[in-house]
């Protein structure tokens, strides 16, 4: 990796923590919870590189490490997402 | 077509996805919509990865997925909400264990294929990726045994406990330096990873069990950060906007937490907190309470116009929530104006209430934020404490020597009548005296939350 695309990714870095501290800072408490698990699912955004670690063919160690990656990250993106829409789905307005 | 191209356009898709499923997570009436929103973002760059040349073996990806996807299901489906806390903890675990495990197997690949040259700066990422991922993992472990109680909740404190930490940071900044400089030793690298795993445990273990609310949304923050660096490892952007909204988010409830507290954020990362208060409770040694029985406590009740039931962890531990509930509609079936006081730290993870509440049925425009109901006790004429105590303890005002001093706290003591439902006089997670408990006011209902008050709703009904 070159010291440009360093920058470009740094820059990316720090652009989507200002989006994410705008869009996070007014929630309301009673999301404290869904907004917790709902954003612990998105971290399990590593599965994508748990995919192409778990890519190659035949059985090198990076790639038993990658499916393990891969099988915790899947837990933690599936387990997350469904939890956060349950929690959700009882969240309700009085009739 | 290119493959490349597509596989960049998904990424970017799902960025635009997860960044505008965040913003719907932020409001009630769209909040469901939005974690929908963020799970399609994700199945999306899984399927854009599966495009890229380097994934050969799918009959293992997709067992491995199946495998993790079932379990994950059936997980969410049978946890009870009162455990949502260690929930939350464990998948935050695995995410960063994942991270770690992704940055190892990129660095053996390089280290190992490629003519044993690595790149200072993914040197540098993979360091940082393995170091966060792996506090992330272990401390996210600790702090689920804790929750679980397999784990002994209070803070764990040793002497040199501060020292000790200290130097495995400075071992592992060495190492980082020496991996950097010359990344084909492994026994290095190995080196980070077992000492990284080892303070994850260190820094968890002296925090106690009222301090999770902090150290859950920290460690989430940082399984957002070990994400974000493992992006930087693979030079993919995703990974990065992902972990930093899930980064910003994490640091953003943990001040939220921290200043419900009053405490600083390395006030409460240095741990032992409620271990060497002793010097305070002695004041309170002449405290003289005041009993109240169930059927005393329906007539009260009966004879109310407005309630507000402040709940605390004891109401999660004693899974009050459904018996609560039902208290509820007796008493708006009889025109009594009911109304839920909600302090910010209530529980073991940021919105725990909320969330039992919520499963119990109870609308959550009844749930009241401290700072908008606390007003409101001087109106009111019965506060209704289940399970909480020191989230109620006015000493936060009145003692500077408090150790909660200055702790925003519910001015339950300004309603007319409280009553505190309680199992015993032990005192709070603080380890002080709750001089409310004294005051001329205040009853206290002794006994287990879901017993005593089906036993009120009973003689309630009778009335």
């Known amino acids: 990796m070159n010291a440009e695309t360093l920058i470009i990714l740094l820059y990316v870095l720090v652009l989507a923590s200002f989006v994410g501290f705008e869009l996070i800072a007014k929630v309301p408490p009673t999301l404290h919870t869904p907004l917790m698990s709902g954003s612990n699912a998105i971290s399990g955004i590593t599965i994508v590189g748990a995919i192409v670690a778990a890519g190659p063919a035949g059985l090198p160690v990076s790639k038993i490490l990658g499916i393990a990656a891969l099988f915790l990250a899947t837990l933690n993106v599936v387990g997350g997402y469904a939890v956060t829409d349950r929690m959700l789905r009882m969240f309700k307005k009085k009739k | ?463």
Not at chain 2, 191 to 203: A, S
Not at chain 2, 407 to 415: F, G, S
Request: proline letters at 3%; aromatic letters at 6%.
């Open chain 2, 1 to 463: 077509m290119d493959l490349k191209l597509i596989i960049q356009v998904s990424y970017l898709l799902a960025s635009i996805l997860f960044i505008v499923g965040i913003k719907m997570l932020g409001k009630t009436a769209t909040a469901r919509r939005g974690n929908i929103l963020s799970a399609v973002a994700m199945l999306i760059a899984v399927l854009a990865t599966l495009l890229d040349s380097q994934v050969l073996s799918f009959t293992e990806i997709f067992i491995t997925i199946l495998i993790g996807s079932a379990v994950g299901t059936y997980a969410a489906q049978k946890i009870k909400m009162t455990q949502m806390p260690e929930m939350v903890g464990i998948l935050n675990g695995f995410g960063g264990a994942s991270s770690v495990l992704v940055a190892i197997s990129e660095y053996w690949k390089q280290a190992h294929n490629s003519g044993l040259t690595m790149d200072a700066i993914v040197a540098v990422t993979v360091v940082l990726s393995v170091i966060i991922g792996s506090i992330t993992f272990t401390g996210s472990m600790v702090a689920f045994g804790k929750l679980r109680g397999l784990i002994n909740g209070h803070a764990i404190v040793f002497k040199g406990q501060h020292l000790i930490n200290a130097m495995i940071l400075l071992i592992i900044l060495v190492l980082s330096v020496l991996v950097v400089i010359n990344p084909n030793i492994e026994v290095w690298m190995m080196g980070i990873l077992f000492l990284g795993l080892l303070l994850g445990v260190l820094v968890v273990i002296p925090i106690g069990g009222a301090d999770m609310p902090v150290v859950i949304s920290l460690l989430n923050s940082y399984s957002g950060v070990a994400a974000c660096t493992t992006g930087f490892v693979l030079n993919n952007q995703v990974l990065i906007i992902a972990g930093a909204l899930v980064g910003t988010s994490g640091i953003i409830l943990t001040q939220i937490m921290c200043k419900a507290m009053n405490r600083s954020l390395a006030n409460v990362l240095m741990g032992g907190f409620g271990q060497t208060v002793g010097t305070s409770s002695t004041s309170g040694e002449d405290i003289v309470v005041k009993d109240i029985g169930v059927e005393e406590t329906a007539m009260l009740f009966d004879s109310a116009s407005s309630v507000i039931i402040v709940p605390g962890y004891g109401m999660a531990v004693a899974q009050a929530q459904h018996v609560v509930r039902e208290l509820t509609d007796l008493l708006e079936k009889k025109n009594i104006s009911v109304k839920f006081a909600i302090h910010p730290v209530a529980g073991r993870m940021p919105g725990h209430m909320n969330v039992l509440l919520a499963e119990a049925n109870i609308p959550y425009d009844k749930l009241i934020e401290m700072d908008d109901i606390n007003d409101e006790f001087a109106n009111t004429d019965i506060a209704l404490i289940i399970g909480a105590n020191d989230v109620v303890n006015p000493a936060a005002h009145t003692n500077p020597q408090s150790p909660i001093f200055g702790m925003p706290v519910l001015n339950v003591d300004n309603a007319r009548t409280v009553i505190v439902c309680k199992r015993s006089m032990n005192a709070g997670y603080a380890g002080i005296e709750n001089e409310l408990f004294g005051y001329p006011n205040c009853l206290m209902l002794f006994g287990d939350a879901k017993s005593t008050m089906a036993k009120v709703v009973g003689e309630l009904k009778e009335l």
